[in-house]
């Protein structure tokens, strides 16, 4: 089946460590998205990549990184410089300058 | 600067009723509007969507009301169900831009639906 895969779903995180989430999609989309979901505040786009080796930072960038080697991977990294990382993290992906996104299931980042 | 504004923040309907949300946006340049369904634990999934050159369509019990001039739309969801129970987003995008396709998203609606 085509889809969007996201691990880990959940994660535990030391305040000054990285980490880094994984997403996998395998419908040959060359757009790729990361959003952070808080409550109340709705989807907010981090960083976004419509070709490979090429990402632009979306409307909160600081404090993540991400990189694009593969078309089919866009792994997000939150580094100790996001002050404020606990969230429920989006994947998503479609063909460039289309409509639908397709959505990954997530990964709850929590730092202890 | 937040440019989709959507409300209300949550809704209680009963089985049968006809639950509104209801968003407003401020780009004029956007021309892509769907509306994203979620349910608790999962990736949003696209529900309906359309674009200003029509002002109303339908999707079985879905409907989006577009207003291009009050620069609004609204989901109508005909004989709600307890099924329906999420939360639903609206968003926006400027397809022209070279930007690729870029959704602005609403802040979301709880849906409840009792029996």
């Known amino acids: 089946d085509g889809g969007i895969t996201q691990s880990p779903k959940y994660l535990f995180r030391k305040e000054g460590q990285n980490v880094t989430l994984s997403c996998e999609q395998n419908?040959?989309?060359?757009?790729m998205y990361w959003y952070r979901q808080d409550p109340g505040q709705g989807l907010r786009l981090i960083y976004y990549?419509?070709?490979?080796?090429?990402?632009q930072k979306g409307d909160i960038a600081e404090g993540y990184s991400v990189s694009r080697e593969k078309k089919e991977s866009f792994p997000l990294t939150v580094t100790s410089a996001q002050k404020n990382p606990t969230a429920f993290y989006l994947c998503a992906s479609n063909e460039r300058n289309t409509g639908e996104l397709f959505f990954g299931e997530g990964s709850r980042l929590t730092v202890l | 600067q937040q440019q989709v504004k959507q409300s209300p923040q949550s809704l209680i309907v009963q089985k049968g009723g006809i639950p509104i949300i209801n968003c407003a946006y401020e780009?004029?340049?956007?021309?892509?509007f769907p509306w994203y369904q979620q349910f608790p634990g999962k990736g949003p999934a696209l529900l309906i969507a359309i674009r200003p050159d029509v002002s109303e369509k339908k999707e079985g019990r879905f409907t989006i009301s577009f207003n291009k001039s009050a620069k609004q739309f609204s989901l109508h969801i005909m004989d709600s169900q307890p099924g329906d129970s999420a939360t639903y987003f609206c968003a926006a995008s400027n397809s022209v831009t070279g930007g690729g396709n870029k959704l602005t998203f609403g802040t979301g609606t709880q849906l409840k639906v009792e029996l």
């Open positions: 780009n004029t340049a956007f021309d892509y």
């Open positions: 419908l040959n989309h060359d757009a």
């Open positions: 990549s419509q070709i490979v080796n090429d990402f």
